[in-house]
């Protein structure tokens, strides 16, 4: 807490809890109450209804258990070696978590083969190929805190480097992996873009149900049963991550990051890297040059009509400049209130922690079921706003803001106090002491934070397909709608789109990995 700051921090969170408040917490309490005032609760005892939530649950389940499975040996490279393209290696896995969901099936659907289409398979490949490069970070950073004497004490006991793994530094990661393992839970739980695109009518989660149920069928009553079934699932799920957060935390006796990184000294220590950064390069990789081969080939030739009807079709045009615009917003907006709340919490006292849980709660409801919750609030007399062209951009800020917050909060929570103290003594009011020194030093972090914004707007696929018009149309949208068309060329066209929306998050990530450079100098 800042008291320099503390008069001033009250007014931080009129603005971001007014907007929570209309955006998310209404339609959520709506969401409940028109789903216990109808009939159909009898929908969660049909075998429809059993199938979709037992398929929802195992498929997540085994997802979760090989993204750990492969996130395990990249952590442990990354954490333990130092060699060249390490950083590279970091970054490339990571890329993947930041593409748009739909360009993600659209990958695999070209790069599998046809009998994996619209199977439990193509949807679990996908979730691993999604979720891998977060396992990895979380991983990653527990394992840095584990001290190297540990390992070197067990070599000096003669223990192989596999025994040191199983008794030392697997019984110290339990937690992180527990923690990760909740985290890839949730998202494969709540997975719509992956599922809608790779799984079909034949394999439903409950969050293509819900859209299937209130966008297809016209059953709003049935949509928000299901949502308020998958609301109390991932509530529970959070309620667990947060207890498990905070035994954690007060376990830990240090939070240092030492340095593990060394040179490999052994044929299979180069040996076991080389294999580890080649896999997960081609891994990575792949599915990508997938996407932009399949842009280029029409009718089994290559063909560029696809990359020039992009800039031609008007159709195609309009959603490149409806995402742009969104983009834009997003990111005006997101950045201003995630930066007001992460102030508000590090400035002000302490009951403000109320909006950390506040803006979780976008995370803990679905993306879908936001824009379910949009639909049936905000359509119907006196406040019929779902027609206004700015409720999708809300919806992508509701998305966006949680990320801005923590990016920005742990900056904010580390700055030193010995530099306000000095200006302060050189007479600096509040505003130039925030303006020479927070946001000096938490510049990077905004402009990380605005950039994943970007990202998160141009990319999302969710909230969207519930609240999309005719004028409205974004290139997610617009690749589920051409790739749900026959013909090669709109195939074509909807993997061209793709292919720009891998470049635009390729150029974030390398944004990023600069801009964490320039942090460390500061």
Same mark, same amino acid.
């Given at each position: 807490?800042? &008291?320099?700051? =503390? @008069?001033?921090? $009250?007014?931080?969170? &009129? &603005?971001?809890?007014?907007?929570?408040? +209309?955006?998310?917490?209404? *339609? &959520?309490l709506n969401i409940f109450s028109m789903a216990i005032q109808f009939d159909s609760l009898a929908i969660l005892a049909t075998p429809t209804t059993r199938n979709v939530v037992w398929f929802t649950t195992w498929q997540a389940v085994v997802s979760t258990v090989l993204v750990?499975? !492969? /996130?395990? *040996?990249?952590? /442990?490279?990354?954490?333990?070696? $130092? !060699?060249?393209? =390490? $950083?590279? %290696?970091i970054s490339l896995v990571t890329l993947p978590f930041i593409l748009p969901t739909v360009v993600v099936g659209a990958a695999f659907l070209e790069l599998l083969p046809s009998t994996m289409h619209r199977s439990a398979v193509a949807i679990i490949v996908a979730h691993c190929y999604f979720n891998v490069g977060l396992a990895v970070r979380i991983i990653a950073s527990r394992w840095q805190q584990i001290h190297p004497q540990l390992d070197d004490a067990a070599r000096t006991l003669g223990a192989s480097t596999l025994q040191t793994f199983l008794t030392v530094t697997l019984p110290l990661l339990r937690k992180s992996l527990i923690s990760a393992g909740l985290v890839v839970f949730l998202l494969c739980f709540t997975s719509y873009g992956v599922v809608r695109i790779l799984g079909g009518p034949a394999r439903s989660t409950i969050e293509t149900e819900i859209y299937f149920r209130a966008m297809q069928l016209g059953d709003v009553s049935g949509a928000l049963v299901l949502s308020v079934l998958q609301l109390v699932v991932v509530g529970s799920l959070v309620f667990v991550m947060a207890h498990f957060t905070r035994a954690k935390v007060n376990q830990q006796f240090t939070q240092t990051v030492l340095s593990r990184n060394q040179s490999p000294r052994t044929l299979s220590q180069r040996m076991f890297i080389a294999t580890v950064a080649l896999t997960s390069t081609v891994a990575v990789i792949a599915p990508l040059i997938s996407v932009l081969r399949r842009s280029i080939v029409v009718s089994e030739r290559v063909n560029f009509s696809a990359w020039q009807s992009i800039f031609s079709d008007s159709e195609i045009l309009a959603s490149l400049m409806t995402s742009l615009k969104y983009a834009i917003i997003t990111i005006i907006f997101s950045t201003i209130i995630g930066l007001s709340i992460a102030c508000a919490v590090n400035y002000g006292s302490p009951r403000y922690q109320f909006l950390n849980l506040l803006t979780a709660l976008p995370v803990v409801i679905s993306a879908v079921s936001i824009g379910l919750g949009i639909i049936v609030t905000f359509d119907v007399s006196p406040i019929d706003w779902r027609g206004a062209w %700015?409720?999708? *951009?809300? /919806? @992508?800020?509701? +998305?966006?803001? *949680?990320?801005?917050? =923590?990016? +920005?909060?742990?900056? %904010? =929570?580390?700055?030193p106090n010995g530099l306000r103290d000095a200006s302060q003594t050189l007479g600096a009011t509040n505003w130039q002491l925030w303006r020479t020194i927070d946001l000096r030093i938490i510049t990077p972090a905004l402009i990380t934070a605005a950039a994943i914004a970007c990202a998160i707007s141009l990319g999302e696929f969710g909230a969207s397909s519930l609240l999309i018009r005719r004028d409205n149309q974004t290139l997610p949208l617009t690749i589920s709608r051409l790739m749900a068309r026959p013909g090669d060329l709109l195939q074509a066209q909807a993997y061209a789109i793709a292919t720009l929306m891998i470049v635009v998050c390729i150029a974030i990530i390398v944004a990023i990995d600069h801009l964490g450079k320039t942090e460390r100098r500061i």
């Open positions: 807490m800042i &008291v320099a700051y =503390r @008069h001033s921090s $009250k007014w931080l969170t &009129v &603005v971001p809890v007014i907007a929570i408040l +209309v955006f998310v917490v209404a *339609p &959520v750990l499975l !492969f /996130a395990i *040996p990249i952590a /442990a490279v990354t954490t333990n070696f $130092k !060699f060249t393209g =390490r $950083k590279m %290696l %700015l409720i999708m *951009p809300i /919806a @992508h800020c509701l +998305v966006a803001v *949680p990320v801005v917050v =923590r990016i +920005v909060s742990p900056v %904010l =929570r580390d700055l």
